[in-house]
Nanobody, 118 residues
Framework: QVQLMESGGGLMQPGGSLTLSCTAS????????MAWYRQAPGKEREFVAR???????KYADFVKGRFTISRDNTKNTINLQMNSLKPEDTAIYYC????????????WGQGTQVTVSS
């Protein structure tokens, strides 16, 4: 089991930027496919972005061109750079480890709150 810890959430005005980070204290994330999901109030949890161990990325349509997922293997972190934030980006953001075969989520962090409001 991978213990994931997110950081970097907070309150930001529309149009602003935030960077979320995810790390694991006892596991190297280097060979994991990793993702960010989010859950807005009253809504289902949804996929945001994914990155494979080799660096290939995939994004949900609603964040393409605004969010960038990356990995820093030297720091054992997965980052989500969020630009041009919108109020509808308000949600709890979760760092997720994925199954290498099915890409289904296997381990979740505790989540970090992102609020976009003026």
């Amino acid at each position: 089991q991978v213990q994931l810890m997110e950081s970097g959430g907070g309150l930001m005005q529309p149009g602003g930027s935030l960077t979320l980070s995810c790390t694991a204290s006892k596991t190297s994330l280097k060979f994991f496919a990793m993702a960010w999901y989010r859950q807005a109030p009253g809504k289902e949890r949804e996929f945001v972005a994914r990155i494979f161990s080799a660096g290939t990325q995939k994004y949900a349509d609603f964040v393409k061109g605004r969010f960038t997922i990356s990995r820093d293997n030297t720091k054992n972190t997965i980052n989500l750079q969020m630009n041009s934030l919108k109020p509808e980006d308000t949600a709890i953001y979760y760092c997720v480890a994925l199954s290498a075969t099915t890409l289904d989520p296997t381990d979740w962090g505790q989540g970090t709150q992102v609020t976009v409001s003026s």
